[in-house]
Protein backbone atom coordinates (compact mmCIF):
# COMPACT_ATOMS: atom_id res chain seq x y z
CA UNK A 1 0.00 0.00 0.00
CA UNK A 2 1.40 3.73 -0.88
CA UNK A 3 2.34 5.86 1.76
CA UNK A 4 0.75 9.43 1.81
CA UNK A 5 2.91 11.78 0.41
CA UNK A 6 3.74 15.30 2.39
CA UNK A 7 6.04 18.12 1.65
CA UNK A 8 8.05 19.00 4.61
CA UNK A 9 9.34 23.22 4.78
CA UNK A 10 13.40 21.80 5.52
CA UNK A 11 15.08 24.05 7.18
CA UNK A 12 17.82 21.22 8.55
CA UNK A 13 17.48 22.88 12.53
CA UNK A 14 15.93 20.73 15.45
CA UNK A 15 12.06 21.63 14.54
CA UNK A 16 12.45 20.01 10.60
CA UNK A 17 14.44 17.15 11.99
CA UNK A 18 12.67 16.06 14.18
CA UNK A 19 9.32 16.55 11.47
CA UNK A 20 10.63 14.28 9.43
CA UNK A 21 11.44 11.35 11.86
CA UNK A 22 7.65 12.24 13.36
CA UNK A 23 5.85 12.23 10.37
CA UNK A 24 7.55 8.58 9.01
CA UNK A 25 7.24 6.75 12.32
CA UNK A 26 4.34 7.77 13.66
CA UNK A 27 2.27 9.17 10.95
CA UNK A 28 3.36 6.66 8.13
CA UNK A 29 4.04 10.07 5.28
CA UNK A 30 6.07 9.89 2.39
CA UNK A 31 8.09 12.30 3.38
CA UNK A 32 9.72 14.81 0.56
CA UNK A 33 12.40 17.40 2.37
CA UNK A 34 12.34 20.50 0.13
CA UNK A 35 14.92 23.11 1.32
CA UNK A 36 14.05 27.06 -0.72
CA UNK A 37 17.44 28.50 -0.37
CA UNK A 38 16.47 32.88 -0.49
CA UNK A 39 20.18 33.42 -0.61
CA UNK A 40 21.58 32.20 2.51
CA UNK A 41 23.14 28.73 2.22
CA UNK A 42 26.25 27.65 1.22
CA UNK A 43 26.60 24.54 -1.08
CA UNK A 44 28.38 22.79 1.77
CA UNK A 45 25.40 23.68 4.32
CA UNK A 46 22.81 22.38 1.56
CA UNK A 47 25.02 19.42 1.00
CA UNK A 48 25.17 18.59 4.84
CA UNK A 49 21.05 19.51 5.28
CA UNK A 50 20.31 16.67 2.13
CA UNK A 51 22.65 13.69 4.18
CA UNK A 52 20.62 14.72 7.25
CA UNK A 53 17.27 14.83 5.57
CA UNK A 54 18.26 11.01 4.22
CA UNK A 55 19.95 9.68 7.46
CA UNK A 56 16.31 11.29 9.28
CA UNK A 57 14.35 9.00 6.69
CA UNK A 58 12.91 11.04 4.30
CA UNK A 59 11.63 9.82 0.69
CA UNK A 60 13.54 12.19 -1.35
CA UNK A 61 15.34 15.68 -0.85
CA UNK A 62 15.37 18.66 -2.94
CA UNK A 63 16.93 22.00 -2.41
CA UNK A 64 15.43 24.98 -5.06
CA UNK A 65 16.94 28.68 -5.44
CA UNK A 66 14.76 31.43 -4.99
CA UNK A 67 16.72 34.45 -4.47
CA UNK A 68 16.13 35.87 -7.79
CA UNK A 69 12.41 34.71 -8.30
CA UNK A 70 12.50 36.36 -4.83
CA UNK A 71 14.03 39.97 -6.03
CA UNK A 72 12.26 40.18 -8.80
CA UNK A 73 8.41 39.55 -7.67
CA UNK A 74 9.18 41.24 -4.18
CA UNK A 75 12.29 43.19 -2.91
CA UNK A 76 12.40 44.97 -5.76
CA UNK A 77 9.30 46.39 -4.41
CA UNK A 78 10.69 47.11 -0.96
CA UNK A 79 13.30 49.34 -2.80
CA UNK A 80 10.64 51.11 -5.05
CA UNK A 81 8.68 51.79 -1.62
CA UNK A 82 12.08 52.16 0.74
CA UNK A 83 9.97 49.99 2.98
CA UNK A 84 11.74 49.83 6.79
CA UNK A 85 9.25 47.93 9.32
CA UNK A 86 8.52 50.73 12.05
CA UNK A 87 11.11 52.84 10.36
CA UNK A 88 13.69 50.51 11.23
CA UNK A 89 13.67 46.82 9.53
CA UNK A 90 13.96 45.79 6.17
CA UNK A 91 11.25 42.79 6.57
CA UNK A 92 14.41 40.40 6.24
CA UNK A 93 13.11 37.28 7.53
CA UNK A 94 9.16 37.74 6.77
CA UNK A 95 9.34 38.55 3.12
CA UNK A 96 11.20 35.41 2.13
CA UNK A 97 9.02 33.45 4.67
CA UNK A 98 6.02 34.23 2.02
CA UNK A 99 8.56 32.52 -1.01
CA UNK A 100 9.59 29.29 1.28
CA UNK A 101 6.09 28.74 1.66
CA UNK A 102 5.30 29.82 -2.29
CA UNK A 103 7.58 26.88 -3.28
CA UNK A 104 6.67 25.05 -0.46
CA UNK A 105 2.80 24.45 -2.06
CA UNK A 106 3.74 24.26 -5.31
CA UNK A 107 6.07 21.27 -5.10
CA UNK A 108 3.40 19.61 -2.88
CA UNK A 109 0.99 20.05 -6.18
CA UNK A 110 3.81 18.97 -8.78
CA UNK A 111 4.21 15.44 -7.22
CA UNK A 112 0.73 14.66 -6.15
CA UNK A 113 1.23 15.14 -2.58
CA UNK A 114 -1.73 15.14 -0.03
CA UNK A 115 -0.14 17.43 3.00
CA UNK A 116 2.50 19.79 3.29
CA UNK A 117 4.25 20.83 6.96
CA UNK A 118 6.12 22.99 8.43
CA UNK A 119 7.83 22.89 11.38
CA UNK A 120 6.82 26.34 12.89
CA UNK A 121 5.81 26.65 17.22
CA UNK A 122 2.30 28.12 18.00
CA UNK A 123 4.35 31.21 19.71
CA UNK A 124 5.40 33.42 16.26
CA UNK A 125 4.46 34.45 12.99
CA UNK A 126 5.70 32.17 10.53
CA UNK A 127 2.85 29.66 11.34
CA UNK A 128 0.21 32.12 9.71
CA UNK A 129 2.52 33.44 6.78
CA UNK A 130 2.99 29.48 6.02
CA UNK A 131 -0.15 28.43 6.83
CA UNK A 132 -2.32 31.25 4.91
CA UNK A 133 0.04 30.35 1.16
CA UNK A 134 -1.05 26.73 1.83
CA UNK A 135 -4.66 27.53 2.66
CA UNK A 136 -4.91 29.84 -0.59
CA UNK A 137 -2.53 28.17 -2.92
CA UNK A 138 -3.05 24.13 -0.93
CA UNK A 139 -6.34 23.30 -2.37
CA UNK A 140 -7.27 20.38 -0.82
CA UNK A 141 -3.99 19.75 0.62
CA UNK A 142 -3.70 18.54 4.29
CA UNK A 143 -1.61 20.90 7.00
CA UNK A 144 0.67 18.98 9.31
CA UNK A 145 2.39 20.73 12.07
CA UNK A 146 3.83 18.70 14.51
CA UNK A 147 6.09 21.24 16.86
CA UNK A 148 3.38 23.63 17.31
CA UNK A 149 0.30 20.37 17.49
CA UNK A 150 2.37 18.84 20.11
CA UNK A 151 3.19 22.04 21.92
CA UNK A 152 6.76 20.26 21.96
CA UNK A 153 9.68 21.64 24.19
CA UNK A 154 13.08 21.86 22.81
CA UNK A 155 14.49 18.96 24.85
CA UNK A 156 11.62 16.71 23.99
CA UNK A 157 12.55 16.43 20.53
CA UNK A 158 15.69 15.72 21.56
CA UNK A 159 14.60 12.73 23.41
CA UNK A 160 12.73 11.76 20.51
CA UNK A 161 15.25 11.75 17.92
CA UNK A 162 17.77 9.93 20.26
CA UNK A 163 15.14 7.78 21.31
CA UNK A 164 14.82 6.71 17.64
CA UNK A 165 18.49 6.55 16.52
CA UNK A 166 19.54 9.45 15.95
CA UNK A 167 21.45 10.95 18.64
CA UNK A 168 23.21 13.87 16.73
CA UNK A 169 24.77 16.97 18.60
CA UNK A 170 21.58 19.32 18.99
CA UNK A 171 23.11 21.70 21.56
CA UNK A 172 21.42 24.97 21.04
CA UNK A 173 23.26 27.79 19.65
CA UNK A 174 23.33 30.47 21.58
CA UNK A 175 21.97 33.14 19.32
CA UNK A 176 19.32 32.01 16.77
CA UNK A 177 20.86 33.26 13.38
CA UNK A 178 18.14 33.17 9.44
CA UNK A 179 20.36 34.88 7.25
CA UNK A 180 19.20 35.44 3.62
CA UNK A 181 20.00 38.05 0.62
CA UNK A 182 17.67 40.66 2.43
CA UNK A 183 19.36 40.34 5.36
CA UNK A 184 20.51 38.54 8.88
CA UNK A 185 18.16 38.19 11.93
CA UNK A 186 19.71 37.81 15.03
CA UNK A 187 18.07 36.20 18.57
CA UNK A 188 19.00 35.60 21.60
CA UNK A 189 18.20 35.91 25.15
CA UNK A 190 18.57 40.03 25.42
CA UNK A 191 16.04 40.29 22.76
CA UNK A 192 13.31 38.30 24.80
CA UNK A 193 13.83 41.81 27.01
CA UNK A 194 12.63 44.59 26.80
CA UNK A 195 16.33 46.57 27.63
CA UNK A 196 19.23 44.23 26.45
CA UNK A 197 21.08 44.81 23.36
CA UNK A 198 22.76 42.01 21.83
CA UNK A 199 26.54 41.82 22.47
CA UNK A 200 29.22 42.29 19.81
CA UNK A 201 29.98 38.71 19.56
CA UNK A 202 26.19 38.00 18.98
CA UNK A 203 26.56 39.55 15.00
CA UNK A 204 27.81 37.36 12.24
CA UNK A 205 29.90 39.67 10.53
CA UNK A 206 32.73 41.35 12.82
CA UNK A 207 34.14 44.48 12.23
CA UNK A 208 37.33 44.12 10.18
CA UNK A 209 37.27 47.15 8.03
CA UNK A 210 38.53 50.36 9.69
CA UNK A 211 39.51 53.40 7.05
CA UNK A 212 36.13 54.94 5.62
CA UNK A 213 35.44 54.58 2.15
CA UNK A 214 33.52 56.10 -0.61
CA UNK A 215 31.90 53.84 -2.89
CA UNK A 216 29.12 54.45 -5.81
CA UNK A 217 25.73 53.23 -6.76
CA UNK A 218 24.03 53.25 -9.89
CA UNK A 219 20.04 52.94 -9.88
CA UNK A 220 18.28 52.54 -12.88
CA UNK A 221 14.61 52.98 -12.75
CA UNK A 222 15.07 52.34 -9.01
CA UNK A 223 17.27 49.01 -9.10
CA UNK A 224 20.72 48.95 -7.80
CA UNK A 225 22.14 47.64 -11.04
CA UNK A 226 25.95 48.83 -10.75
CA UNK A 227 28.62 49.55 -7.19
CA UNK A 228 31.52 51.29 -7.89
CA UNK A 229 31.70 51.63 -11.89
CA UNK A 230 30.56 47.40 -12.62
CA UNK A 231 27.16 46.90 -13.90
CA UNK A 232 25.73 43.55 -13.25
CA UNK A 233 23.21 41.26 -15.16
CA UNK A 234 20.68 41.23 -12.70
CA UNK A 235 20.24 43.38 -9.17
CA UNK A 236 20.74 40.04 -7.40
CA UNK A 237 24.35 40.10 -8.08
CA UNK A 238 24.34 43.82 -7.34
CA UNK A 239 23.60 43.42 -4.10
CA UNK A 240 25.62 40.64 -3.30
CA UNK A 241 28.49 43.03 -4.62
CA UNK A 242 27.40 45.37 -2.00
CA UNK A 243 27.08 43.48 0.81
CA UNK A 244 30.52 42.48 0.55
CA UNK A 245 31.94 46.13 0.30
CA UNK A 246 29.77 47.01 3.28
CA UNK A 247 29.85 43.90 5.43
CA UNK A 248 33.28 44.49 6.57
CA UNK A 249 32.28 47.64 8.38
CA UNK A 250 29.48 46.38 10.65
CA UNK A 251 26.95 48.74 8.93
CA UNK A 252 23.25 47.93 9.37
CA UNK A 253 22.85 46.61 13.26
CA UNK A 254 19.76 46.63 15.02
CA UNK A 255 17.00 45.67 17.22
CA UNK A 256 13.43 45.86 15.74
CA UNK A 257 10.88 45.65 18.08
CA UNK A 258 7.20 44.69 16.21
CA UNK A 259 4.06 44.29 16.62
CA UNK A 260 3.52 40.04 15.98
CA UNK A 261 0.51 39.18 13.49
CA UNK A 262 -0.68 36.75 16.86
CA UNK A 263 -1.21 40.21 18.63
CA UNK A 264 1.99 40.22 20.90
CA UNK A 265 5.22 42.27 20.52
CA UNK A 266 8.72 40.87 19.84
CA UNK A 267 12.29 41.81 19.62
CA UNK A 268 14.77 40.89 17.61
CA UNK A 269 18.34 41.89 15.74
CA UNK A 270 19.23 41.71 12.74
CA UNK A 271 22.03 43.16 10.38
CA UNK A 272 21.54 44.38 7.18
CA UNK A 273 24.19 46.03 4.90
CA UNK A 274 23.81 46.05 1.25
CA UNK A 275 19.28 45.86 2.01
CA UNK A 276 19.85 49.66 4.53
CA UNK A 277 22.79 50.94 2.30
CA UNK A 278 20.11 50.80 -0.83
CA UNK A 279 16.99 51.58 0.52
CA UNK A 280 18.33 54.67 2.23
CA UNK A 281 20.34 55.37 -0.98
CA UNK A 282 17.30 54.97 -3.27
CA UNK A 283 15.15 57.13 -1.30
CA UNK A 284 18.06 59.81 -1.30
CA UNK A 285 17.60 59.41 -5.63
CA UNK A 286 14.13 59.52 -5.00
CA UNK A 287 13.89 63.40 -3.35
CA UNK A 288 15.20 64.46 -6.40
CA UNK A 289 14.06 62.83 -8.78
CA UNK A 290 10.32 62.70 -7.89
CA UNK A 291 7.41 65.39 -7.05
CA UNK A 292 6.96 65.88 -3.41
CA UNK A 293 3.29 64.75 -4.26
CA UNK A 294 4.83 61.38 -5.54
CA UNK A 295 6.90 60.68 -2.59
CA UNK A 296 4.28 61.46 -0.05
CA UNK A 297 1.51 58.86 -1.95
CA UNK A 298 4.68 56.37 -2.25
CA UNK A 299 5.18 56.65 1.58
CA UNK A 300 1.83 55.59 2.08
CA UNK A 301 1.07 53.12 -0.32
CA UNK A 302 4.64 51.58 0.76
CA UNK A 303 3.69 51.54 4.39
CA UNK A 304 0.54 49.53 3.49
CA UNK A 305 2.61 47.33 1.46
CA UNK A 306 5.09 46.36 4.17
CA UNK A 307 2.45 45.61 6.56
CA UNK A 308 0.66 43.34 4.46
CA UNK A 309 3.79 41.56 3.72
CA UNK A 310 4.94 41.10 7.29
CA UNK A 311 1.45 39.48 7.80
CA UNK A 312 1.19 37.00 5.16
CA UNK A 313 -0.90 38.63 2.42
CA UNK A 314 1.59 38.64 -0.24
CA UNK A 315 -1.19 36.85 -2.45
CA UNK A 316 -3.47 39.58 -1.56
CA UNK A 317 -4.27 40.98 -5.19
CA UNK A 318 -4.20 44.47 -3.81
CA UNK A 319 -0.21 44.08 -3.33
CA UNK A 320 -0.25 43.33 -6.87
CA UNK A 321 -2.16 46.79 -7.36
CA UNK A 322 0.41 48.94 -5.29
CA UNK A 323 3.36 47.25 -7.11
CA UNK A 324 1.93 48.80 -10.35
CA UNK A 325 1.80 52.19 -8.55
CA UNK A 326 5.51 51.87 -7.26
CA UNK A 327 6.61 50.37 -10.31
CA UNK A 328 5.67 53.54 -12.02
CA UNK A 329 7.33 55.65 -9.87
CA UNK A 330 10.54 54.67 -11.24
CA UNK A 331 10.44 55.90 -14.49
CA UNK A 332 13.14 58.42 -13.57
CA UNK A 333 14.62 57.13 -10.53
CA UNK A 334 18.38 56.84 -12.45
CA UNK A 335 21.33 58.02 -11.57
CA UNK A 336 24.49 57.72 -9.37
CA UNK A 337 24.50 57.81 -5.24
CA UNK A 338 27.57 58.32 -2.91
CA UNK A 339 28.23 57.06 0.14
CA UNK A 340 30.96 56.40 2.32
CA UNK A 341 31.07 53.76 4.36
CA UNK A 342 32.59 54.05 8.23
CA UNK A 343 32.92 51.30 10.96
CA UNK A 344 29.22 50.70 12.36
CA UNK A 345 27.76 53.58 10.26
CA UNK A 346 27.21 54.91 6.63
CA UNK A 347 26.70 58.86 5.17
CA UNK A 348 24.87 59.67 2.34
CA UNK A 349 27.65 62.13 0.13
CA UNK A 350 25.03 62.94 -3.07
CA UNK A 351 23.68 62.03 -5.86
CA UNK A 352 24.03 62.64 -9.82
CA UNK A 353 20.85 62.18 -12.12
CA UNK A 354 19.72 64.00 -15.21
CA UNK A 355 16.69 64.35 -13.34
CA UNK A 356 17.78 65.66 -10.63
CA UNK A 357 14.77 68.76 -9.81
CA UNK A 358 17.37 70.43 -7.88
CA UNK A 359 17.92 72.91 -11.50
CA UNK A 360 19.38 75.96 -10.64
CA UNK A 361 17.75 77.25 -13.98
CA UNK A 362 14.83 78.09 -11.84
CA UNK A 363 16.60 78.76 -8.65
CA UNK A 364 18.67 78.53 -5.74
CA UNK A 365 17.18 77.74 -2.61
CA UNK A 366 17.38 80.78 -0.25
CA UNK A 367 19.54 82.53 -2.67
CA UNK A 368 17.96 82.95 -6.18
CA UNK A 369 14.70 83.10 -7.90
CA UNK A 370 14.78 83.09 -11.80
CA UNK A 371 11.39 81.35 -12.72
CA UNK A 372 9.43 83.92 -10.79
CA UNK A 373 9.19 87.55 -9.66
CA UNK A 374 8.51 88.79 -5.66
CA UNK A 375 5.03 90.05 -7.07
CA UNK A 376 4.27 86.83 -8.31
CA UNK A 377 5.24 85.34 -4.55
CA UNK A 378 3.12 88.48 -2.66
CA UNK A 379 0.13 87.13 -4.95
CA UNK A 380 0.52 83.49 -4.46
CA UNK A 381 0.26 83.81 -0.41
CA UNK A 382 -2.69 86.28 -0.27
CA UNK A 383 -4.36 83.62 -2.41
CA UNK A 384 -3.41 80.90 -0.24
CA UNK A 385 -4.27 82.29 3.09
CA UNK A 386 -7.19 83.53 1.91
CA UNK A 387 -9.25 80.75 3.12
CA UNK A 388 -7.65 81.12 6.53
CA UNK A 389 -7.89 84.39 7.32
CA UNK A 390 -11.73 84.33 6.46
CA UNK A 391 -11.87 81.57 9.17
CA UNK A 392 -10.07 83.66 11.38
CA UNK A 393 -12.45 87.03 11.08
CA UNK A 394 -15.67 84.64 10.80
CA UNK A 395 -14.89 83.18 14.34
CA UNK A 396 -12.89 86.78 15.94
CA UNK A 397 -9.67 84.60 16.01
CA UNK A 398 -7.87 87.99 16.77
CA UNK A 399 -5.40 86.00 18.67
CA UNK A 400 -4.01 82.89 19.29
Known amino acids: MNKPKIVLAYSGGLDTSFCIKYLTKEKGY ?51 GNVLRNNTYPLSVSAERMFQALETANYAKSIGAQAVAHGSTGAGND ?10 LGEDLEIITPIRDLQLSRQAEIEYLNANGFAAS ?98 VGFEAAAPLIIIKAHHLLEKHVLTKWQQYWKEQLANWYGMLLHEGQFLDPV ?55 GDDVKGFTKILSNQSKIHHVVNNDGEL
Open 30 to 80: EVHALTVDTGGFTPEQLQAMEERAYQLGAASYRSVNATQDFYDRCIRYLVY
Open 127 to 136: QVRFDIVFQI
Open 170 to 267: WEKAKYSINQGIWGTSVGGVETLTSHQPLPEAAYPTQLSENEPKIIELLFTKGELTGVNGQTFPHPVAAIQALQTLAAPFAIGRDVHLGDTIIGIKGR
Open 319 to 373: MRNIETFLADTQANVSGKVFVKLHPYRFELQGIESKFDLMNSNFGAYGEMNRAWT
